[in-house]
T-cell receptor
């Protein structure tokens, strides 16, 4: 069974579109995260979400909005996509502390 | 903000050789972690370190939490082809966000 899953694995879209990436974890974890990995492989946290508390990385544009319908899901919605949004987006989950995070397989977003 | 540096940025080694890489920071961390990322996959936790001076092993991997709490080291003994990947260090202080290093890319030549 996959612990942290993401859909889709690949997403190719035009500039200006709105898209969503879904994440689900079956580990019973309390906290979920979204990371962005750029072409140079730098990993940066975008959001963490614990028990309805959202912690936002201040550098993330407000075009990005996480939505958590329940504890097992944290989706990422992106409005008005830009070329610079092209990257691999990773979802992760952990218990309260992030030092035991499990990562999903990633979603490769390409904005044309 | 807090930043981590990893060295070397990349390395090419022969199968069977030992590997050493390190991670440094200008800030103190209370937890150091090492992850490995295979191509097309998410990072996977290898070793977590929670105490300054701590030395922890996981199979052929050994990591140390630096005494100053500003650095950490990862060693891989007797490398094999499946060790290929990107190795990330990460620092964490309770109540604050994770910070990842830029990664060390390891290539193992047969």
């Amino acid at each position: 069974d996959t612990a942290v899953s993401q859909t889709p694995k690949y997403l190719v879209t035009q500039m200006g579109n709105d898209k969503s990436i879904k994440c689900e974890q079956n580990l019973g974890h309390d906290t979920m995260y979204w990371y962005k990995q750029d072409s140079k492989k730098f990993l940066k946290i975008m959001f963490s979400y614990n028990n309805k508390e959202l912690i936002i990385n201040e550098t993330v544009p407000n075009r990005f909005s996480p939505k958590s319908p329940d504890k097992a899901h944290l989706n990422l919605h992106i409005n008005s996509l830009e070329l610079g949004d092209s990257a691999v987006y990773f979802c992760a989950s952990s218990q309260a502390r992030p030092d035991t995070q499990y990562f999903g397989p990633g979603t490769r977003l390409t904005v044309l | 903000g807090q930043q981590l540096n990893q060295s070397p940025q990349s390395m090419f080694i022969q199968e069977g050789e030992d590997v050493s890489m390190n991670c440094t920071s200008s800030s103190i961390f209370n937890t150091w972690l090492w992850y490995k990322q295979d191509p097309g996959e998410g990072p996977v936790l290898l070793i977590a370190l929670y105490k300054a001076g701590e030395l922890t092993s996981n199979g052929r991997l050994t990591a140390q939490f630096g005494i100053t709490r500003k650095d950490s080291f990862l060693n891989i003994s007797a490398s094999i082809p499946s060790d290929v990947g990107i190795y990330f260090c990460a620092g964490y202080n309770y109540g604050q966000n994770f910070v990842f290093g830029p990664g060390t890319r390891l290539s193992v030549l047969p």
